[in-house]
């Protein structure tokens, strides 16, 4: 079965203050695919980064990066100097190659304080 | 940029009632798909359709849900008799590939659509 866990319910930060975001994954497939998603305040579902089983290489998008350790089955997002926008509920997900449904994780809710 | 559109917003109804919520997926995708949110939980899937059927669902998808792709554009859930366990966001998505045969290709979810039953 697959299992997608983001230990971190809430967190809470200053402005400018760098953050990481926790998601731990399980599976027995060898070949998925790990994505993040943005749920703002608004509510719609925004997609951030999806990243393929056989792609360990981290990936850095302006203030955004992914951190993907196969050995420890995780798939982190660090937000550097973050802002007010980046409060939202992020979401890790993951899909096999033989399915396409999404596996979800319960989100963490991320607060930026001005 | 092309993006995947959900009418209404928010819908309410009352406990008993069938209730039609509507998706438009972006133009050129195949693979559409639906999800429920109940409030401040994780984001559930409950089916995925592709060429005018049914490829995926979950156990949450039991007799009471339906899905229709009725023309070109429309891909549609149909809950028959609502509980008032099925209020929820229910999120659309779609995408151009099965999801995990590409590089490039991901879902594309819709803004939602607030199902209140009373």
């Known amino acids: 079965a697959q299992k997608v866990t983001q230990a971190q319910t809430e967190i809470s930060v200053v402005e400018k203050e760098d953050v990481t975001l926790d998601c731990v994954y399980e599976t027995r497939d060898t070949t998925y695919y790990l994505f993040w998603y943005k749920q703002p305040p608004s509510g719609e579902l925004v997609f951030l980064i999806r990243r393929n089983s056989f792609d360990e290489q981290n990936e850095i998008s302006g203030r955004y990066s992914w951190n993907f350790q196969k050995s420890t089955s995780s798939f982190n997002f660090t937000i550097t100097a973050s802002q007010v926008v980046d409060s939202a509920v992020y979401f890790c997900?993951?899909?096999?190659?033989?399915?396409?449904?999404?596996?979800f994780g319960t989100g963490t809710s991320l607060t930026v304080i001005p | 940029e092309p993006e995947v559109t959900q009418t209404p917003s928010h819908q309410v109804t009352q406990m008993g009632q069938e209730v039609i919520l509507r998706c438009v997926p972006i133009?050129?995708?195949?693979?559409f798909y639906w999800y429920r949110q109940i409030l401040g939980q994780k984001v559930e899937f409950l089916v995925s359709f592709y060429n005018n059927e049914i490829s995926e669902k979950s156990e949450i998808f039991d007799d009471q849900f339906s899905v229709e792709r009725p023309d070109g554009s429309n891909f549609t859930l149909k809950i028959r008799s609502t509980k008032l366990e099925d209020s929820a966001m229910y999120f659309c998505?779609?995408?151009?590939?099965?999801?995990?045969?590409?590089?490039?290709?991901?879902?594309?979810f819709g803004p939602g659509t607030r199902l209140t039953v009373l």
């Open positions: 133009s050129n995708h195949l693979y």
């Open positions: 997900a993951l899909t096999l190659n033989t399915g396409n449904q999404f596996y």
């Open positions: 998505a779609s995408s151009d590939l099965k999801t995990g045969t590409s590089a490039t290709d991901t879902q594309y």
